[in-house]
């Protein structure tokens, strides 16, 4: 079985956020992570490949600096890794981005891919159901799940209030949820190899069946009119009081409120 | 693509178990504001299986036309036939703009439909409106936070039609009612063979049982992992009692498995926006900051006195949640009687 994950590099939004004194956020002091919904795709794929045997190949757009996931993706066991890179594919949309990676995906084999359901910059959970429409086969979004069965992929998928559990004949795209699992570590050996391991790179010229105009910002449908950081509302009051009193400031600020 | 054949503002009417969700609502109002800054007017999109008798209810929400899609193979929501039930609707229909809430389902929804269609797509968007890009008039901007809410962008996507957003839920306002108001019925049904993209169904299963949601509670008690324990919640549940209120929970409280997903405020799971917003033991992560920091007013109790909570709480209390919250229970019901 050939397992295809796509993994994004996103800054961490985790414990090195820092705010500017004027409330927006400080994005020199965030580090670059393997975005979590991904690692859980990619911990799933490993999981699979150590239960059925399989071959698990990342792939990642972006900066050259996207490098340094790939690596981490090949330390914690994938077997293949590749890089779509190139400039004319700056400032794509998720539009564009699908596109981009469908482009890259043709040039492949593969029974499954797994995408994360969303990066954790963007948020939009667009770009892996926009892939599997692009290539054609089915999607199964928020797997909290996966198991295979012969030539068919049984997927737990989460909705508010309850699952489903369905059943897709492969090849099939299905996107992950950071809660489906616990990635495991990069090993020590698997840091080795990794450092040195050859990492595919491709540009514009490897992409498969698609047209410049559907590419990087100017073939993106959407466009950004202003962008800015969100001045958050300020903070309150702050009080450090014993309970009895910390029990009559709230009252008095309900009472305050007309909330009682 | 002649932009000037897509005319009018479409909604997808989303229903589950056939009930149409609040969602649909929410966008027939907004839907109904851009629709008179266009001169045009609202069309909601009602696919399901025996669904037509919904279509009234969209009607007194304030659809001018509902499209009927109904088909045995959209009783269950699947992606495969709800993409082309909708992409066949937008092909035929031509709307200039196609609007789905940002629910499991829009968002599993949209993304597929505005590939079929070839169009763009913005996300969980909070503010809509008609305005002028680039010299270009009538362009929808579609407003939406990132990176955990901490980026504001507006998009407008002005060379190809519809233009699409999914929309967060309990943003948008819904319109009262006009009990008895009518709209055009238009059935349509593109035909559904099933083919490869087709996924089967072996099970559903609800996991709680269907409970008040905390996006319509005025009042919201939320709990943290600084509660301490799942029985902690206890005293929550009380103090939301005593003031009338609902209790919800953070994402660390979902992750321990403590309290089930459809309680929880933030950018992975609702966006709340209470008269009061009470957290308690809630460090404050810019995710569930995103989910609530729109509350009216909103009170902190954290003994953590550098939690970022404290930075979007009008009212902040550095003490331990476990001692206070008894003893504010007790005080509020003391004032009621």
Redesign the interface.
């Known amino acids: 079985m050939k397992i295809i994950v796509c993994i994004k590099q996103v ?1 961490d ?2 414990g090195g ?1 820092k ?1 500017k004194p004027d409330g ?2 400080d994005r020199g002091a965030m580090l670059s992570i393997m975005n979590p919904d991904d690692k859980a795709g990619l911990e799933a794929a490993l999981t699979l490949k150590d239960k059925y045997g399989a071959e698990v190949t990342v792939l990642s757009m972006g900066l050259p600096k996207a490098e340094d996931v790939l690596r981490e993706a090949l330390a914690m066991g994938a077997d293949k890794a590749i890089l779509v890179t190139d400039r004319v594919l700056g400032g794509a ?3 564009a981005t ?1 596109t981009t990676i469908a482009g890259a995906i043709r040039n492949l084999d593969y029974d499954l891919i797994i995408t994360g359901r969303q990066a ?11 892939i ?3 290539l ?7 797997a909290q799940k996966i198991e295979i069965d012969g030539d068919y992929v ?1 997927v737990e998928r ?12 492969m090849p ?1 795209l299905v996107t992950a949820l950071s ?1 489906l699992n616990k990635p495991r570590y990069m090993t020590p050996g698997g840091i080795f190899d990794a450092y040195d391991a050859e990492i595919t790179q491709w540009g514009r010229a490897d992409l498969k069946d698609v047209d410049d105009s559907n590419l990087g910002l100017s073939g ?11 001045v ?13 009193e ?6 008095q ?2 009472t305050e ?1 007309h ?2 | 693509m002649d932009l000037n054949d897509y005319k009018g503002v479409f909604i997808f009417a989303q229903q589950v178990d056939n009930k149409i969700d609040n969602i649909a609502y929410e966008l027939i109002g907004k839907g109904k504001e851009l629709a008179a800054a266009l001169g045009t007017d609202v069309t909601a999109v009602l696919a399901g299986y025996n669904v037509k008798g919904l279509a009234d209810s969209l009607a007194e929400y304030g659809a001018d036309r509902v499209i009927v899609v109904d088909d045995p193979a959209l009783e269950v929501y699947m992606t495969e036939p709800y993409t082309h039930a909708i992409a066949s609707v937008i092909k035929k229909f031509k709307p200039e703009i196609m609007l789905v809430g940002a629910t499991a389902i829009g968002r599993d929804l949209g993304p597929r439909v505005s590939a079929r269609v070839a169009t763009g797509l913005t996300a969980d968007c909070t503010f809509l409106e008609i305005g002028t890009f680039h010299e270009k008039e009538n362009q929808l901007l579609m407003t939406r936070p990132a990176f955990g809410g901490n980026t504001i962008a507006t998009i407008a996507c002005p060379d190809n039609r519809p233009q699409m957003a999914t929309v967060r839920p309990g943003v948008m306002q819904k319109l009262d009612p006009t009990p008895g108001a009518k709209a055009e019925v238009v059935e349509y049904n593109p035909g559904f063979t099933p083919d490869h993209k087709y996924v089967e169904i072996l099970k559903v299963v609800k996991e709680v049982a269907a409970t008040a949601d905390i996006m319509d509670a005025k009042i919201l008690v939320s709990g943290g992992r600084g509660m301490g324990s799942p029985e902690n919640f206890g005293m929550l549940e009380e103090l939301a009692e005593a003031l009338g209120g609902m209790v919800s929970c953070s994402r660390a409280v979902v992750d321990a498995g403590w309290k089930p997903k459809a309680m929880q405020v933030g950018q992975t799971g609702k966006t709340v926006r209470p008269k009061l917003y009470i957290a308690c033991g809630i460090s404050g992560a810019i995710q569930h900051l995103a989910g609530m920091e729109e509350s009216d007013v909103i009170i902190a109790i954290n003994k953590d006195e550098t939690a970022p909570i404290f930075d979007v709480a009008d009212y902040g209390i550095v003490g331990d949640v476990k001692k206070i919250v008894p003893k504010l229970t007790e005080a509020i019901k003391n004032s009621k009687a």
Not at chain 1, 136 to 142: F, L, M, W
Not at chain 1, 220 to 230: G, R
Not at chain 1, 246 to 251: A, E, L
Request: aromatic share 8%; proline share 5%.
């Open positions: 800054p939004t985790k956020v705010f927006t956020l949309d998720t539009w699908s954790i910059d963007g948020d939009t959970a667009q770009v892996g159901p926009q599997s429409e692009h054609n086969i089915p999607v199964i979004s928020y049984i989460q909705f508010d209030d309850r699952y489903h559990v369905l059943k897709a004949k099939c809660e993106s449908p959407t466009k950004i009119a202003k962008a800015s950081d969100k958050r509302k300020g903070a309150g009051e702050k009080v450090v009081l014993d309970t009895e910390s029990v009559k400031y709230i009252m600020k309900l409120k909330i009682i």
